[in-house]
């Protein structure tokens, strides 16, 4: 099935110097999109960039910090200076920082709360206010299937998923009116330096695969990781027209590993 309503579209993604958000920017740019790429991380935007101009797409790199708001609501008047109207917004930047409750420092809680929820509220609510009067836009949060299943040394980041996906699900209420539809995916063990990161160099993907069970992980049905790419494909559904009567919905993304409860 091929997707409409991406091509010629400005579409700001966060999250895209790699991982989900640059697989994001490199489908939506393929079909024909014109990418706003937005992450803290200057050097790796640039990287993207590149890599989408030299595979024939249209995409400019942003440099900011999502906590931040008057920038990011700078920005976002910026690109639509430089790009046109944005037209749909992907929000994936976010930050992982794991370990038992117990354990979590204030600055760990408060840099999840403050990149994954405030982030997120920061650039919804910036463009949010400028697609209301053009009554068109599609908006998406990834969000993580942790947000609805509870996990051991993952609180801080859980509880932040759940109120970014709750977020989303209210703006999509708010937003209903203005034939705006804002969704939610939430990935499972995707392959990315987050996921890296947390298990370690010598990362066994095999062991998150069979699951944990003194950590209550059942693992993964499906068998395997998610790419980047998989979750960036249930992205681009949703922002496309195919989606056009799906608003307020989470997209589970995760190889069966919430058991779908
Ligand atoms: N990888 C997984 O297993 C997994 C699972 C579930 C959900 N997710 C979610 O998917 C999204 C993408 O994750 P990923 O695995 O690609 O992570 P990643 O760490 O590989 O990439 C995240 C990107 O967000 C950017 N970022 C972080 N804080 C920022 C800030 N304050 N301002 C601007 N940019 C900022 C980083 O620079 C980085 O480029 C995240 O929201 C993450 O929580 C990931």
New binding site residues.
Partial sequence: MELTGIESRVVLV??????????VAEILAGAGAHVAA????AE?LATVVAKLEAEGGVARGYP????DSEAVDALVGRIEDEQGPIGILV??????HTGRVVELSDRQWNETF???AG?VFNVSRAVARRMIPRRFGAIVT?????AGVPRTEMAA?AAS?AASAQFTRCLGLELSDHGIRCNIV??????????R??LGEDADAGQVIEGTPAAYRVGIPLRK??Q?RD?AEAVAYLVSDQAGHVTMHDLYVDGGAALHV
């Fill in positions: 966060t999250g895209a110097a790699q991982g989900i958000g640059a697989a937005v992450d803290r991380n790796g900011v910090d999502v906590c929000n994936a930047a976010g930050v992982l403050s990149v994954n982030g990834v969000a993580s299937n942790a980041y998923k939430s990935p499972g063990s995707t392959d990315t330096p987050m996921l990161s947390m990781l998610a980047p979750v």
